[in-house]
């Protein structure tokens, strides 16, 4: 009786609609989550001392945002990824930082001071401005000053976000940035709701792509609900509802399940069909990890194993310390027995090039993205990549691994890495570490020089796999999150198109098996083309499989055959995509018959 004398009356909080899906659990409350800022007079002895720190908390949160945009353009694609680079476009700006400069110096303050100070001026004049645009940077500068105020107390992330976050809650906030509702909805968080924010911020757009419910626009939301509250998150009518009764909780629960079941019915369809066109030929849709956790996609879509999985944010996790040798060897051995005997294609540590951790990544690099990255950085650093090499011939007889190196250039890379391979196995054999020696060995071709030495290639590798985002980055020579050139980003430029052809030839004579990882591989448009230039493997997120299976087994390999030829001879981007679009509707309106494989 007193537990309902003592039960909380129901409130429903009206806000936006943002991110769609429900959420119910816990409430855990980041209020006055962004750092404090009071103005501290700075003598004139440490004006210097206190430029530096500002410029320090600059190449901290530069780093971080590369590393994180680097990650979001190859999970959830370059237009995600361009929210983080906006960011690193203001961050970057001399004029935004010299003001800073300016600030601390004339008017004797600390940093912290300072850089709310200017972003406050800033924003002002942005929030006037009649182009969406411009509002738009307004929304990103806000997201830069929390950024650096956070790196200036210390803060590598948002609080919440250590190891001992609770997974399954639902965050509510004040506000939280792009980088926050990435970070949190990683470690589990399952909902949130904010006061700040509209349906079409970047912070919405982030918890779209991670498939986290949303609502934003609660007034004073951080004073009206505590830690441990329970709260339901109805991301579709942009509502909270804050200690729901049993019969609410009841609704909503049957509500999720009788969504849970539609997706899951339609995900067992994906997985129990063979991925197998109308006239037979058989394709394997792998999929594209970045960490343990989305193993339960992978096979909860049907996945075929896992043809990418990015090892290098195990040291981005760990920065600025590595990984130990364990610590490798305890990632990788739940990744094979979980997939087992499916097959694990494991990319060796790809930093550089915007991707960095501390210690590893050489910082005064003009341009890093033709530095010291891939297998070029790994290869200088020896004395780090055999710890990642020996773990990964430790977990090696705990399922079917295979180790791709990136970014090669060259022959003598394979070979050199092969070298380095025998060398940790007779280690390993002389220590008596239980271990396993045949490995299949592949290179990712990710630029215009491993396309022309393909067959090359190809003798001296166990398979190769084609890096579309880096190599239409470096054919067109166009940065793919570079606003200015952005519309020269062509996935299907005729001369890209050549190239994965040359690819593809390269390894049929050698009799190497040749597969595709990137954007491209999900695209249900572009699927027909890649199976018409001869691609069988596939690898993508694994959200992406089933649409890419329904598109595979509507096909006709001739008929992708003679699109390949028409596009290959095509002059333009543009006449590619005409024939694609002309081949996607002919196809929607003949699909007719039922695929029961």
């Known amino acids: 009786m007193n537990r309902v004398r003592d039960r909380k009356p129901q409130e429903d909080l009206q806000g936006a609609a943002a991110a769609p899906g429900v959420a119910i659990g816990p409430a855990v409350c980041l209020r006055g989550h962004g750092v404090e800022v009071l103005r501290v007079p700075i003598r004139n002895s440490g004006l210097d001392r206190e430029v530096a720190r500002f410029g320090a908390a600059v190449r901290s949160v530069e780093a971080e945002l590369e590393a994180t945009e ?10 995600l990824a361009s929210i983080f680079h906006a960011h690193s476009v203001i961050l970057r700006d001399s004029s935004f930082a010299r003001r800073i400069d300016r600030m601390i110096r004339s008017d004797r303050v600390n940093a912290e001071w300072a850089v709310q100070a200017v972003a406050d001026d800033l924003g002002e004049k942005f929030a006037q401005v009649k182009s969406q645009h411009l509002r738009e940077r ?44 990435l970070r949190l909805g990683r470690r589990g968080a399952v909902g949130f709701a904010i006061e700040v924010g509209g349906a079409n911020s970047h912070t919405a757009i982030v918890a779209r792509a991670l498939d986290v419910p949303l609502v934003t626009g609660i007034v004073e939301i951080t004073n009206r609900v505590a830690d441990d509250d329970p709260v339901i998150v109805d991301g579709e009518e942009g509502r909270l509802t804050l200690h729901p009764t049993p019969e609410t909780l009841d609704e909503y629960r049957r509500l999720r399940r009788r969504r849970r079941r539609n997706e899951e019915a339609l995900s067992t369809a994906a997985r129990d069909l063979p991925a197998r066109t109308v006239d037979g030929a058989e394709v394997e849709l792998l999929a594209n990890v970045e960490l343990p956790d989305e193993l339960d996609d992978v096979q909860r879509f049907g996945a075929a194993g896992i043809g990418l999985y990015r090892s290098e944010f195990l040291y981005l996790e760990k920065s600025p310390e590595l990984p130990s040798e364990e610590e490798h060897v305890a990632v990788l051995r739940e990744l094979l027995e ?35 990255r891939g297998i070029r950085l790994t290869m200088a650093r020896e004395d780090v990549f055999r710890v990642q090499l020996r773990a990964l011939f430790r977990a090696a007889p705990f399922g079917s691994l295979r180790i791709m190196a990136p970014m090669v250039t060259a022959v003598e890379e394979i070979r050199a890495l092969r070298v380095l ?31 022309m030495i393909a067959r090359q290639l190809a003798a001296e590798v166990d398979f190769l796999s084609i890096g579309t985002n880096d190599l239409i980055q470096y054919t067109l020579a166009v940065d793919r999150t570079n606003e200015y050139v952005a519309d020269l980003y062509q996935p299907l430029h005729p001369a890209v198109l050549t190239m994965i052809q040359l690819v593809v030839e390269a390894g049929r004579r050698q009799r190497v098996p040749v597969a595709l990882c990137g954007e491209m591989a999900a695209s249900p448009e572009c699927v027909p083309l890649m199976l018409g230039l001869g691609l069988r493997q596939l690898s993508m997120s694994p959200r992406g499989i089933p649409r890419v299976k329904d598109v595979v087994r509507s096909l006709d390999v001739c008929d992708a055959e003679e699109l390949a030829r028409r596009c290959v001879a095509a002059s333009t981007a543009e006449e590619v995509g005409a024939l694609l679009a002309a081949f996607g509707a002919t196809a929607v309106h003949t699909r007719t018959r039922v695929h029961t494989g």
């Open 70 to 79: 680097s990650r979001i353009a190859e999970t959830f694609g370059s237009d």
């Open 138 to 181: 307004g929304e990103d500068l806000r997201d830069v000053t929390r950024y650096l105020l956070r790196a200036l107390a210390g803060k590598r992330s948002s609080p919440g976000v250590g190891e001992d976050f609770d997974r399954n809650v639902v965050v509510v906030s004040h506000e939280l940035t792009p980088d926050e509702v």
């Open 338 to 372: 979980t997939l087992s005997p499916q097959p694990v294609v494991v990319r060796t540590l790809d930093l550089g090039g915007g991707k960095v951790a501390s210690g590893l990544v050489p910082q005064d690099e003009e341009n890093p993205v033709l530095g010291q």
């Open 421 to 451: 391979c025998d060398e940790v196995c007779a280690e390993l054999e002389a220590e008596g570490a239980e271990h396993r020696r045949d490995v299949e060995l592949g290179a990712m071709v990710e630029v215009p020089a491993a396309v």
